[in-house]
């Protein structure tokens, strides 16, 4: 294994998450922002103006690069299938964002190619580095709540809109609701068996924006998960429902946020704990913090890999099409939309605004 002093990085895309894990990477010391890239002229000129330290160059500049040990991938889905090709080439490692590709087959060729290379590669689910689900899911295996029987988990927020951009991630439940998909198989620690799935098609749009799914895992435990963007978008105050709640046969244990702070509130047979600490939003100085010691050891200490997101999408993508198959009631008028997605492109607080270059 080649030791590095500081790992060198070169960031493509410099949206939302890319300018996030701009700023993390620039407070850890391991790492060394070396490049910024990304193809829109407008947001180049802004990452300059934000870094002007860093030298902002086209992909291939980066790529070609032998001194760049890893490359962070955070433009749009459709993107990432040959960025990932690349970036494997040249032997660098990568930090991507979900979901890797912007359809299921091309998904999986991905993870069969990120598995034969010898390269570290981390997918930004960022559930995985959450203190909150660690806890429960300890809490869980120490037998506190008996068997585990029933996952709840609902994540529903007045956030991204269809007519916002973003097509390559898909409809809100493959883009946000995989996240989700995720956490229920990492608490049941199975694969899923047997789903039904009911959505609505919220505004006349012509995909379910709100969809909601049960069914069980292999080994017989039963979920639901219930996602959308939907939550009260044109209300006065706006507000959201995020929770995870577990049912076991002797306990129980659950979780709220409010994207500030997350509680955790664990019912066992023997201890009740209630502990609240930071959310941390999206964990990015986590995962880049495990991912960086992970490279430096030259194995997985505990980053999300590339087929546990996959797994994720592909999953995500089944319940939505099965959702589209059951039957999603329109509701709402489009006029009601255009009327969101203008008020969201003046709004200065919300959820998941629209990135603006300043």
């Known amino acids: 294994m080649k030791i590095m002093k500081k790992i060198r990085i070169g960031i493509i895309g410099f949206g939302k998450m890319g300018q996030s894990f701009c700023r993390e990477i620039l407070k850890n010391p391991v790492y060394e922002l070396v490049y910024i890239c990304d193809t829109d002229l407008e947001v180049r000129k802004s990452a300059k103006a934000m870094y002007p330290e860093i030298t902002i160059v086209d992909e291939d500049t980066i790529m070609n690069d032998a001194t760049i040990d890893v490359v962070g991938l955070f433009a749009l889905a459709d993107s990432r299938p040959a960025q990932i090709e690349k970036a494997i080439k040249a032997d660098k490692h990568i930090i991507a964002e979900k979901p890797i ?4 087959e091309t998904e999986w060729k991905i993870a069969n190619l ?6 570290m590669v981390a997918v930004n689910m960022f559930n995985r580095n959450a203190w909150y689900h660690k806890e429960i899911i300890e809490f869980i295996k120490s037998g506190e709540i008996g068997d585990l029987a029933i996952i709840r988990i609902a994540h529903m927020t007045p956030g991204h809109m269809p007519q916002e951009g973003h097509g390559p991630e898909g409809p809100a439940f493959r883009d946000c609701g995989m996240h989700y998909v995720d956490v229920a198989r990492w608490y049941a620690n199975s694969e899923y068996d047997k789903f039904h799935a009911q959505g609505v098609r919220m505004w006349n749009y ?6 909601q799914v049960h069914g ?3 080994n017989g435990i039963v979920f639901d ?3 959308g963007f ?9 507000t959201h429902n995020c929770y995870v709640d577990v049912i076991g046969t002797k306990g129980i244990a659950r979780m709220t946020h409010d994207f500030k702070k997350a509680t955790i509130d664990m019912h066992g047979i023997n201890s009740t704990i209630t502990k609240t600490e930071d959310f941390g939003d999206k964990k990015i100085d986590i995962l880049i913090d495990i991912f960086a010691k992970s490279v430096f050891v030259g194995k997985n200490l505990g980053f999300p890999t590339v087929k546990d997101s996959v797994i994720a999408s592909d999953i995500a993508w089944k319940m939505f099409h099965d959702a589209v198959k059951n039957g999603a009631p329109a509701i709402g008028k489009t006029e009601d939309m255009d009327e969101i997605v203008a008020r969201r492109k003046i709004l200065k607080k919300g959820y998941g605004l629209p990135v603006r270059v300043e």
Not at 114 to 119: H, I, N, Q, R, T
Not at 206 to 211: A, I, Q, R, V
């Open 101 to 104: 590709a912007d359809d299921i």
């Open 216 to 218: 069980t895992f292999e």
């Open 114 to 119: 990120v598995e034969k290379s010898d390269k």
């Open 225 to 227: 998960i219930t996602q």
């Open 206 to 211: 012509k995909d379910p924006w709100w969809l």
């Open 230 to 238: 939907v939550y009260g978008h044109m209300a006065k105050n706006q």
